[in-house]
T-cell receptor
Framework: DAGVTQSPTHLIKTRGQHVTLRCSPI?????VSWYQQVLGQGPQFIFQ???????GRGNFPDRFSARQFPNYSSELNVNALLLGDSALYLC???????????FGQGTRLTVV | EDQVTQSPEALRLQEGESSSLNCSYT??????LFWYRQDPGKGPEFLFT???AGEEKEKERLKATLTKKESFLHITAPKPEDSATYLC?????????FGAGTTVTVRA
């Protein structure tokens, strides 16, 4: 079975640009969460979506948005990129709340 | 707000030298404590979930335990392939709150 898949794996963008990151969950998982991991730190929660509805949002500016599609895949969008947005962006999928969350390999975003 | 603190930040071990990693947490209503392994540039790999004080789980050379305030990850007779960053996280409602991790290096 395929695990959580994310695309692209690496991305370089210029300050002020917009970026879209994509995630496909494990088959049967209906919940998708996004995390940002800066070098040397643990992942920080950005969003959780379940059944296409936002169920939780972390302490990130409105430049960050996300959505979940009917097939449970998800997109994370970041507008007006800043140098500080450079990080590894992780997607995790799980069955409904309280169960194991499985992560994808991440998208390494570099803003120059 | 949920807080997770891991210690030590880094741990250098000789192959076969057993040790323990600590994860202390403060959370209102723990719904699960997770351990992950992360290799450089990759996503975290799920290891264990613990739900209640006194619970223990094992996988190969790793054993995780949980008390009301902290969790330990014991590494028994480690091998070089156990070198990685080990992340601890608490689950509350809809999100995981992570510690900064312990980077373990095992020398042959």
């Amino acid at each position: 079975d395929a695990g959580v898949t994310q695309s692209p794996t690496h991305l370089i963008k210029t300050r002020g640009q917009h970026v879209t990151l994509r995630c496909s969950p494990i088959s049967g998982h209906k919940s998708v969460s996004w995390y940002q991991q800066v070098l040397g730190q643990g992942p920080q929660f950005i969003f959780q979506y379940y059944e296409k509805e936002e169920r939780g949002r972390g302490n990130f500016p409105d430049r960050f948005s996300a959505r979940q599609f009917p097939n449970y895949s998800s997109e994370l969008n970041v507008n007006a990129l800043l140098l500080g947005d450079s990080a590894l962006y992780l997607c995790a999928s799980s069955f409904p709340r309280g169960t194991e969350a499985f992560f994808g390999q991440g998208t390494r975003l570099t803003v120059v | 707000e949920d807080q997770v603190t891991q210690s030590p930040e880094a741990l250098r071990l000789q192959e076969g030298e057993s040790s323990s990693l600590n994860c202390s947490y403060t959370v209102s209503g723990l719904r699960g404590l997770f351990w992950y392994r992360q290799d450089p540039g990759k996503g975290p790999e799920f290891l264990f979930t613990l739900y209640s004080a006194g619970e223990e789980k094992e996988k190969e050379r790793l054993k995780a335990t949980l008390t009301k305030k902290e969790s330990f990850l014991h590494i028994t007779a480690p091998k070089p392939e156990d070198s990685a960053t080990y992340l601890c996280a608490v689950y509350n409602d809809y999100k995981l709150s992570f510690g900064a991790g312990t980077t373990v290096t095992v020398r042959a």
